[in-house]
């Protein structure tokens, strides 16, 4: 009887820091891999194992740049072509999520583009974590197993902050369903902040409805960006009488200057989790990990147990 384990975990290049985290907590080895880079910027994906018949959880967040999301559909076509048996893309961070439909005319929906590639590349399952809208799982007709930051946050928060004086706000009325979630699991009141745009990750106009006096506010969001939202928003709690504010978020996308932005707003804290590596330097940042909350989701998916306990809300 042959004594392989049943299923392998590889990762990309980018993610192979959460990977390895993954991998000790299910006490397995990372599966061996090459990535060959060519001078033109071109790559080649080859396994250096056999992974015939075997079940893989492919682990790569498609984070920018593309080069992300091509390693993976290639390590998907090669798993397919060496006969893997069924082929599970890990996915903590979903790039192109915030293009799930039609805002105006002649624009692509890039979330549904980026399904079909992963889907006639040839995966069986996703697991993913906090896309940016629920309904991007109807573009798969693949099982998804969708999870939450919150199961981190919440643990996190409890574990840190007097629920007294606590206030859950949204930065944006587009999170104002995750912000309620948390404010009806804490039994804490909410806030909303409402703001108007001039054009993509540049905020003309914000204002807050609810009441923040003496509060401690917690800014919950999916994703942070550029940082201009977020860090326009805690510094309009401070204005408006909070206490304190922090901020969660899921992906910390962070491009340039968020990093800066963070440093220099009213903002005490900003928790990320470990979706997409955070590298840079920011005495604000914390970031916590999710990786055993992956490890056991590849757990229960390969023994078929239910994945829904998983969820705190």
Same mark, same amino acid.
């Given at each position: 009887?042959?004594?392989?384990?049943?299923?392998?975990?590889?990762?990309?290049?980018?993610?192979?820091y959460?990977?390895?985290?993954?991998?000790?907590?299910?006490?397995?080895?990372?599966? $061996?891999?090459?990535?060959?880079?060519?001078?033109?910027?071109?790559f080649?994906?080859?396994?250096?194992?056999?992974? /015939?018949? /075997?079940?893989?959880?492919? #682990?790569?967040?498609?984070?920018?740049?593309? !080069?992300?999301?091509?390693?993976?559909?290639?390590?998907?076509?090669?798993? &397919?072509?060496?006969?893997?048996?069924?082929?599970? %893309?890990?996915?903590?961070?979903?790039?192109?999520?915030? $293009?799930?439909?039609?805002? &105006?005319?002649?624009?692509?929906?890039? +979330?549904?583009?980026? %399904?079909?590639?992963?889907?006639? %590349?040839?995966?069986?399952?996703l @697991?993913?974590?906090?896309?940016?809208? !629920?309904?991007?799982?109807?573009?798969?007709?693949?099982?998804?197993?969708?999870?939450?930051?919150?199961? #981190?946050?919440?643990?996190?928060?409890?574990?840190?902050?007097?629920?007294e004086?606590?206030?859950?706000?949204?930065?944006d009325?587009?999170?104002? &369903?995750?912000?309620?979630?948390?404010?009806?699991?804490?039994?804490?009141?909410?806030?909303?902040?409402?703001?108007?745009?001039?054009?993509?990750?540049?905020v003309?106009?914000?204002? @807050?409805?609810?009441?923040?006096?003496?509060?401690?506010?917690?800014?919950?969001?999916?994703m942070? !960006?550029?940082?201009?939202?977020?860090?326009?928003?805690?510094?309009?709690?401070?204005?408006?009488?909070?206490?304190?504010? =922090?901020?969660? %978020?899921?992906?910390?996308?962070?491009?340039?200057?968020?990093?800066? =932005?963070?440093?220099?707003?009213?903002?005490?804290?900003?928790?990320?989790?470990?979706?997409?590596?955070?590298?840079?330097?920011?005495?604000?940042?914390?970031?916590?990990?999710? +990786?055993?909350?992956?490890?056991?989701?590849?757990?229960?998916?390969?023994n078929?147990?239910?994945i829904?306990?998983?969820?705190?809300?």
């Open positions: 009887m042959s004594t392989q384990a049943p299923y392998l975990v590889f990762s990309g290049t980018n993610s192979r959460l990977a390895e985290k993954i991998c000790n907590s299910l006490d397995c080895k990372l599966g $061996q891999m090459n990535i060959q880079h060519f001078a033109d910027g071109e080649s994906v080859s396994y250096e194992e056999s992974i /015939r018949g /075997r079940d893989l959880f492919l #682990v790569q967040s498609t984070f920018p740049n593309s !080069d992300n999301l091509m390693e993976l559909l290639m390590m998907i076509d090669a798993a &397919k072509r060496a006969s893997a048996r069924s082929i599970i %893309a890990v996915i903590p961070y979903f790039g192109w999520a915030r $293009q799930d439909r039609k805002d &105006k005319p002649r624009v692509s929906i890039g +979330a549904k583009l980026i %399904a079909n590639m992963l889907s006639v %590349a040839g995966i069986d399952r @697991i993913t974590m906090d896309l940016h809208a !629920d309904q991007i799982q109807g573009f798969f007709d693949v099982p998804v197993d969708h999870l939450y930051g919150s199961t #981190v946050f919440l643990e996190y928060i409890k574990a840190t902050y007097p629920l004086t606590l206030c859950i706000a949204t930065p009325v587009g999170g104002t &369903k995750r912000a309620s979630t948390y404010s009806k699991y804490l039994g804490t009141p909410m806030v909303i902040c409402h703001k108007s745009r001039l054009r993509a990750n540049e003309a106009e914000m204002r @807050i409805i609810g009441d923040v006096t003496d509060m401690d506010v917690i800014l919950v969001d999916d942070v !960006d550029t940082a201009g939202t977020i860090t326009k928003a805690a510094n309009l709690m401070i204005e408006n009488g909070a206490r304190s504010v =922090r901020a969660i %978020a899921s992906h910390a996308v962070m491009s340039d200057p968020a990093t800066l =932005r963070v440093g220099e707003s009213a903002l005490e804290e900003m928790i990320f989790t470990d979706s997409i590596p955070y590298a840079k330097d920011c005495a604000k940042v914390k970031v916590l990990s999710v +990786a055993d909350m992956f490890a056991e989701a590849i757990r229960r998916v390969r078929n147990e239910s829904s306990s998983l969820y705190v809300i």
